[in-house]
């Protein structure tokens, strides 16, 4: 119990007493999920930290008019939408399904409030975490438009995606790709289908698989593509 919760990020850097005070005295949830179960669900209120202590999930992201979604694959140990608590929407972004069987732990938020904000290391390493984040959207605002339907399509993903590396999904159409580039369908998939050549992407019908973001987004520095 204390190594997995010396994992998730809230409580790193905590000292042993502390994190033994916090067991003793804070009521957790523990619940275990099937493959493809809810975790969260994208709308709902954020009423609770809820942190993934094994298996693997996916947090899918749609457009407001919903012709396109973004899906993320994150492994254990991994906390669900920390920024969602609080502010003018306190509400779950994404929604989270199990990959496989999952394990979580949940605080409720009037427990987290009254208990874990009073541990000064809690309240750092929350803080933190959203000063990150948001300093990272903070820098997206201002990155330049590529030239070249390529470089475009490329910065279009890096655009909606929280994490820089790993699997990802976009279910999207190309007509709605391309209406969303100022392209042509046909343009778009020209470009989609040279960069699945070159070992960027995978093309099913009505979805683009991302193997590797980080892969993808180094070309975006590369002057020759």
């Known amino acids: 119990m204390f190594d997995t919760l010396l994992q998730l990020p809230l409580f790193q850097g905590m000292t042993l007493e502390d994190l033994t005070h916090i067991v003793g005295k804070t009521k957790m949830h523990f619940e275990k999920y099937k493959a493809q179960e809810i975790i969260e669900l994208a709308g709902e209120p954020c009423q609770r930290f809820t942190f993934v202590l094994n298996g693997e999930v996916e947090v899918i992201t749609t457009s407001p008019d919903g012709s396109y979604s973004f ?9 669900i939408e920390p920024q ?41 390493n ?3 975490i959203i000063s990150v984040r948001a300093q990272h959207l903070q820098r997206r605002l ?17 655009m909606h995606i929280e994490r820089m590396s790993g699997r990802k999904l976009v279910k999207i159409k190309m007509d709605t790709m391309a209406l969303i ?19 960027l992407l995978v093309l099913r019908r009505g979805e683009v698989e991302i193997p590797d973001a980080a892969q993808l987004l180094s070309i975006l520095t590369q002057e020759e593509f």
């Open 181 to 199: 580039l100022n392209e042509t369908r046909l343009s778009v998939s020209k470009a989609l289908n040279q960069m699945q050549d070159s070992g």
């Open 126 to 128: 929350y803080q933190n």
């Open 71 to 79: 899906t993320e694959y994150y492994e254990a140990p991994y906390l």
């Open 142 to 158: 201002w990155i330049e438009p590529e030239e070249g339907i390529k470089r475009r399509m490329v910065q279009f993903f890096q």
């Open 84 to 124: 969602s608590m609080f502010g003018l929407t306190p509400n779950y972004a994404s929604t989270t399904k199990a990959v496989h069987t999952v394990s979580t732990v949940c605080i409720d938020k009037l427990t987290v409030m009254k208990q874990l904000f009073n541990y000064e290391i809690f309240r750092l």
